[in-house]
């Protein structure tokens, strides 16, 4: 089913319009088949809907407008099921929505043409007559060509409105043939009740398939790491060191932090930032992995410097301050994706310890691509607050306020805290870590934290642990600073991927994996030289 918005391509039915369309099928079928060529419909009203026809027929129109929206719902299934993309999907409905109101109108009418031909040939009996079912599948093919050669055209060519005339002849048999309304009412709640039934097959299929899919590296990353792993190992100590700069202390380096088990997209940070910086030599990047991956990400820097910027590599392991249970703590019973349950992920909450004689940071997720430069960010006035972020609400919006992601029915919740506030985004945040040391906010991340362990008040992951923390500490970043859902949003606007900053791959659909969507690969791809050696041995491509 055609997604609007975003929303999930595979939403139920609505339950009133189903119940019209059973009720009223009967009235839909007569009306449909019955009504004049010039019959009356909407103008397009602002937005991309037809309005109801005025006048005492109102009342009918608008009836039949629903259900016959509805009728297309479940057509739209049928096509998913027989292998229509929501790319696909999106792109007629773009051409569609570009063409001028009289195409529009055309192309409507044969969409309801096409439901009411599908509608017949499922009611048609294999005994019947064999003719019209033949004739019936002919004007589907031949409709179906016609909406998609009209579709985004100036005017709707004369040989889909002969093919029109035909459907609606070819219809008006059909009607005579079975004119039965009951029968029709109960085809249709069949057909209803299957494609609701082949809608959830598919749906839980595809979400198995896709967290299989997000939850397993790729055989070439493990290959990668495993190269890298033996290559580290088989050099001298002296050899394992990048050289020396003394960069902690220097607050004249811009710092960027990067905390990550992924070489690969650690490398596209890191290049993408080199490229887009006006002074790379003024970079200092710190990386921090784990134990497992250190040796391959150590080695992959090794031989591939950020020259002329300075780096630095750290093993997690090596923060001996960090609580004993801190790898292990963010574990969920139920939860198993990494993006929530990862301590790197977590360590955020660690920076004035990580940095300790820095006053400032920018951290980096591991699946952004740098594209301007980022050195503005040192220069802002942060007005006392603590972080800079890029808020993920719009007005009207409901779904990124604190209540979506926080418990308000819990009484240390409700009494602190703005249940409508707007979310920020991490991903790509700048830190004064002063200003972070004089609130005191490792304390209460602390103490929410001990709470979150006592009772579950709030979703998996870090980020609604962070809106607590950061509550009122945040300053609002213009959103080209951080541009947000590639990794599950395929319709933001090039013009926006064009002027962001720092574009993030945030979602399931990261761009190193095969389900990743195609349109945003590119801006990973571009940063990642695929004629490296390691890259050609375990067969890397982009």
């Not at 419909?41 to 005492?56: F, I, K, L, V, Y």
Request: charged share 25%; net charge positive.
């Amino acid at each position: 089913m055609r997604a609007a918005g975003g929303r999930d391509p595979a939403a139920a039915l609505p339950l009133l319009l189903r119940a019209l369309l059973i009720a009223t099928a009967c009235g839909l079928v007569f009306a449909l088949l019955n009504l004049p060529d010039g019959r009356a419909r909407s103008s397009a009203a602002p937005g991309g809907e037809r309005a109801a026809a005025g006048g005492g027929g109102g009342v009918r129109v608008s009836v039949e407008q629903g259900l016959t929206r509805e009728a297309r719902r479940l057509n739209t299934v049928a096509e998913e099921i027989d292998g229509q993309t929501d790319e696909v999907a999106a792109e007629e409905d773009e051409r569609i929505s570009k063409s001028p109101p009289d195409t529009k109108e055309k192309i409507w009418m044969m969409q309801d043409q096409l439901i009411m031909a599908k509608a017949y040939l499922h009611f048609a009996s294999p005994q019947g007559s064999a003719h019209l079912i033949r004739e019936l599948k002919l004007r589907i093919k031949e409709i179906e060509r016609a909406i998609s050669h009209s579709s985004g055209g100036s005017r709707v060519p004369g040989s889909a409105l002969q093919k029109m005339k035909a459907m609606e002849l070819t219809l008006s048999k059909a009607q005579r043939t079975y004119p039965r309304c009951s029968q029709m009412t109960s085809k249709l709640r069949a057909m209803t009740h299957h494609s609701e039934e082949l809608v959830r097959a598919h749906q839980s299929e595809s979400s198995f398939l896709e967290q299989v899919a997000v939850r397993t590296l790729p055989k070439g990353h493990h290959c990668l790491a495993m190269r890298l792993t033996t290559d580290y190992f088989s050099l001298g100590p002296k050899e394992r060191e990048f050289p020396a700069r003394d960069s902690r202390q220097l607050d004249g380096y811009y710092h960027y932090a990067i905390f990550s088990d992924n070489v690969l997209a650690s490398a596209v940070v890191v290049n993408s930032t080199i490229a887009a910086s006006k002074n790379p030599g003024r970079i200092m990047l710190h990386i921090v992995t784990d134990a497992l991956n250190y040796p391959a990400m150590m080695m992959w820097f090794l031989t591939n410097p950020p020259t002329p910027a300075a780096i630095q590599v750290e093993n997690l392991d090596d923060f001996k301050w960090l609580p004993g249970d801190f790898s292990s703590r963010f574990k969920v019973k139920g939860v198993r994706d990494p993006r929530y349950t990862s301590a790197l992920n977590h360590l955020r909450f660690y920076l004035p310890e990580v940095f300790p004689s820095l006053s400032k940071v920018l951290l980096l997720d591991h699946d952004v691509v740098v594209q301007k430069d980022l050195s503005g960010l040192w220069d802002l006035d942060m007005m006392g607050k603590v972080i800079g972020a890029v808020k993920t609400c719009t007005s009207g919006e409901s779904y990124h306020r604190l209540d979506s992601l926080v418990d308000f029915s819990n009484p240390s919740i409700f009494n602190k805290f703005d249940a409508k506030a707007c979310t920020f985004a991490f991903g790509m945040n700048i830190f004064d870590l002063n200003e972070w040391r004089k609130q005191g906010l490792s304390a209460t991340y602390h103490k929410w934290f001990q709470v979150g362990k006592r009772q579950k008040i709030w979703k998996a992951g870090s980020l609604p642990l962070g809106q607590l923390v950061f509550y009122n500490q945040t300053l609002p970043l213009d959103r080209r600073w951080h541009v947000l859902g590639l990794g599950h949003d395929s319709s933001i606007g090039r013009d926006d991927l064009e002027s962001a900053y720092v574009i993030h791959y945030s979602g399931k659909l990261k761009p190193w994996l095969e389900v990743s969507i195609p349109k945003y690969r590119d801006y990973w791809n571009r940063y990642l030289n695929y004629d490296n050696t390691y890259l050609q041995q375990c067969n890397i491509h982009g």
